[in-house]
């Protein structure tokens, strides 16, 4: 398949017969049809006529050979699991993690009917709208070194959309990534292994990308916000995917050689977090407030309390900005 694929995209916007293609990409006549067919079915705009032949008019965005084309990885984003429905990109990974799947294996979809935030939230994943996708990870870590792996996961996001669209998004602690206070992208890391050990981690992130503020249910129009509706016009997902897997796979190679202080030096660059009054709620219906004064080096919060005690945050939700 990808041969054909790469053989139409050389001539792309040019007409090219049946019998070159076949010969291009080395099957028969009828392989080249049916061929046809599966990749019109995966979303390629592929035109035909009886004299000319085929002739490539679009690609679909988020197509798993589309991903790779163009990829500068050498492990994220190699094995693609992609599907156009899926419950959660999340379950799914957990579901190949366990049957073995490779560390950098990329699970994503164009819709998710349960798709999961953080504290047992749902996340609204319309189709063809955003990035919904999950990746498998095997760090050689423990589970209390986890912190650091979502604030990358968000440095290397928030990077990625610099990078290709041109917009600076700060990060919310832990790893919200926001524009002027909207929520543009979440993160919801789950892990499976013992204390000293993990044996996968699955790092999900919900991208809002081409809604516009209609596309959001009533409860998130205020508090929501995609990258078209920053920048004015619509996005193409697959270069801010690649872009992110590369960064991201950069960033995780260097955690091992004290990478993370880069990355939390980035994180403090850019925080929506750091200087404000804030309310914390750790879970269990335990809320602390204060001013967020600094990150740790393992992605810790310092929180200054109103009795000027200093209070370290290891894990939590901002709930509130208090000014
Ligand atoms: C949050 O901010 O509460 C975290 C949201 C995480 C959403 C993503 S979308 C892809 C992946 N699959 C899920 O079910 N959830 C995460």
């Known amino acids: 398949m990808e041969r054909i694929i790469k053989v139409l995209k050389d001539c792309r916007g040019k007409w090219v017969s049946g019998e070159e293609l076949a010969r291009l990409s080395g ?18 705009r592929i035109e035909s006529a009886p004299r000319n032949g085929y002739c490539l008019v679009g690609i679909p965005d988020l197509n798993p050979f589309e991903i790779r084309d163009g990829l500068k ?3 994220f984003g190699r094995d693609i699991h992609y599907q156009d429905v899926v419950d959660s990109t999340n379950r799914l990974a957990k579901r190949l993690a366990v049957d073995g799947a490779r560390e950098g294996t990329l699970v994503l979809a164009e819709s998710q009917t349960q798709g999961r ?16 996708f999950s990746l498998i990870l095997r760090p050689k870590i423990s589970a209390a070194d986890l912190a650091g792996m979502t604030i990358l996961t968000a440095v290397s996001m928030a990077k990625a959309i610099y990078d290709t669209v041109g917009i600076r998004v700060l990060i919310k602690w832990p790893n919200d990534l926001v524009y002027q206070d909207r929520k543009l992208a979440g993160i919801l890391a789950e892990v499976n292994g013992e204390a000293d050990l993990v044996n996968y981690l699955i790092i999900g992130l919900g991208l809002n990308v081409n809604q516009e503020e209609d596309d959001f249910p009533p409860e998130l129009k205020q508090s929501a916000v995609s990258l078209r509706m920053i920048h004015g016009s619509e996005l193409s997902r697959r270069p801010i995917l690649q872009e992110f897997l590369s960064v991201f796979e950069g960033n995780y190679a260097a955690l091992s050689n004290g990478g993370l202080a880069k990355i939390i030096e980035y994180a403090k660059s850019y925080s929506a977090t750091l200087g404000k009054a804030v309310r914390v709620n750790q879970g269990y219906h335990r809320t602390v407030t204060g001013e967020a004064v600094d990150l740790d080096g393992d992605g810790s919060l310092w929180l200054k309390e109103s009795s000027g005690e200093l209070l370290r945050i290891y894990a939590g939700e901002i709930i509130e900005n208090m000014e």
């Open 117 to 132: 935030g953080r504290l047992g939230r749902s996340w609204v994943s319309t189709r063809g709208k955003g990035l919904w």
């Open 27 to 44: 099957i028969t006549r009828a392989g080249v049809w049916k061929r046809i067919n599966q990749l019109r079915e995966m979303g390629y």
């Open 73 to 75: 990885t050498e492990r």
